[in-house]
């Protein structure tokens, strides 16, 4: 996993949630009316990609590396903050941008060759040099794509999975 960083504007840029991506099975709601701000859950990730966000509730740093969905932070808080983790962890799914390096004909599989559920995929139909498909239904939001791109091409959003 690249430990390049990224700056604010680009975490904004993530999903243009203001105050960016909240724990898996958490929510913005649950945050605010649950959350203590004990950093259990920060310090419990096995990954380190939470970090105090505002009033130092938890927020996801996808620079940092990607979610396993492991459940440590669930697990962890002792608040109603997180719902069941048998659910889906979260409505995001990635987006690519016309920044992609294969809109200006630049060869690029950075991001394909990184995700474990091939969700991208390279569709050399498109010419010159392919174009990058996304099955948003495979996607799990797991954000390991998200650095690697030159380009931060890549964006997070909602996305209702199905199933
Ligand atoms: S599920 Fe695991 S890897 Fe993902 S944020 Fe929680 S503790 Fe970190
Ligand atoms: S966010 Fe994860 S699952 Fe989705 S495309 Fe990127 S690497 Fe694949």
Same mark, same amino acid.
């Given at each position: 996993m690249s430990t390049q960083t990224r700056s604010p504007s680009f975490r904004k840029a993530l999903t243009g949630r203001s105050v960016g991506i909240r724990p898996p099975w958490s929510s913005e709601a649950t945050i605010k009316s649950?959350? @203590?701000?004990?950093?259990r859950c920060i310090d419990s990730c096995p990954e380190a990609i939470l970090k105090p966000g505002p009033a130092n509730t938890p927020v996801v740093d996808f620079s940092a590396g990607a979610c396993t969905f492991c459940k440590a932070c669930a697990e962890a808080c002792?608040?109603?903050?997180?719902?069941? @983790?048998?659910?889906?962890?979260? @409505?995001l799914a990635a987006q690519i941008s016309d920044g992609c390096m294969l809109s200006i004909g630049i060869g690029c599989q950075l991001c394909t060759d990184v995700c474990d559920q091939s969700a991208?995929?390279?569709?050399?139909?498109?010419?010159?040099v392919g174009r990058i498909a996304i099955n948003q239904d495979a996607c @799990?939001?797991?954000?390991?794509c998200l650095p690697l791109c030159p380009t931060d091409a890549i964006t997070l959003g909602d996305y209702a999975h199905e199933g």
């Open positions: 649950d959350c @203590t701000s004990c950093s002792p608040e109603p903050v997180f719902s069941s @983790t048998d659910a889906c962890p979260w @409505t991208l995929r390279l569709d050399l139909r498109v010419r010159p @799990t939001g797991c954000g390991a």
